[in-house]
């Protein structure tokens, strides 16, 4: 196999990278993320002796390093997949993918400052948005997008409902408050702090009302925020219950397959079917379960149960 395939199947979604050695390729460019992110919050410690600071650099050059040969990596390898596959444009289209994107601001910061006369704070701080690259490591990110993009009509719709109510509270709170407290509630979008930390339940005491008409208003904008935020969070909640559901259901198929597929007196891949599980977000208990699952129809129905 040509090492551009074999890089491709060992870094992205193949078989190898479920294998020990693309699991730990893996794992090891997560650490190397945690550790770049820790020295960028650690760096920003006042009084650290000149001999910690070095290291931290020495960790962001390595960290450069190793993500600038992953991205020209990806880019060279990319073309192995189909979507890709034509050498110029197949790459550029990779390029303005969201992971790609993501792993070239992940070093952008580092080459701006050489080459720039940019606040070298403002890039030092800006490599913190490489824990962005995690989300192509950790199974439960990804979780996390799809259900964000399963529900996005059901959030955009909750997201417009709340700008409306917002709107409406800084307009209300404009009429009424207006003439008693004209530097805080003197317009509308002056009155909009207020709202966003009113809504939010926050309530940080800064602006208050003061009119008897004022309180009143407030507190109904107070209890409409405790109903409005809440919204998304169980939006959110109940499209995380729903898609682990599927995933499981999901597993419970693939679990079948290999069973059927293996025949009586067959052996299971059961170190594969427990990658496909952690792929999907699921642990070594749902495969467990999925067993008994299993076992409990088939006893049922009268049928040999599986191999534990």
Known sequence: MPLRRRLHALFEDG???????????????AGLILANVT???????????????TAFQQVEQISVALFTLEYLGRLWWCVEDRRYRRPLAGRLRYALTPM???????????????????????????????????SRYAPAVEVLGAVLREERRSLTVTFLILLTVLVFAATGIHLVEREAQPEAFGSIPAAMWWAVATLTTVGYGDVTPVTPAGKLFASLVTLSGLAMVSLPAGIVASGFTEQMRLRRELFHELVLEA??????????????LERRAEELGLHRADLEWT????ALQRRARG???PPP
Request: avoid cysteine; proline fraction near 9%; charged fraction near 20%.
């Open 259 to 272: 069973l059927d597929r293996a025949g009586p007196e067959g052996r299971v891949d059961w170190a594969a």
């Open 15 to 29: 078989p190898a990278a479920r294998s020990g050695p693309g699991r730990w390729a893996n794992r090891l460019l």
């Open 303 to 305: 049928t040999k149960p």
């Open 100 to 134: 790609a994107l993501v792993d070239l601001l992940a070093i952008l910061p580092f080459y701006l400052s050489l080459f720039t006369q940019t606040d070298t704070l403002i890039l030092r701080l800006l490599r913190v948005l490489r824990l962005l690259k995690l």
């Open 39 to 53: 020295t960028v919050v650690l760096d920003t410690l006042p009084g650290l002796p000149p001999a910690l600071r």
């Open 291 to 294: 067993l008994r699952r299993i």
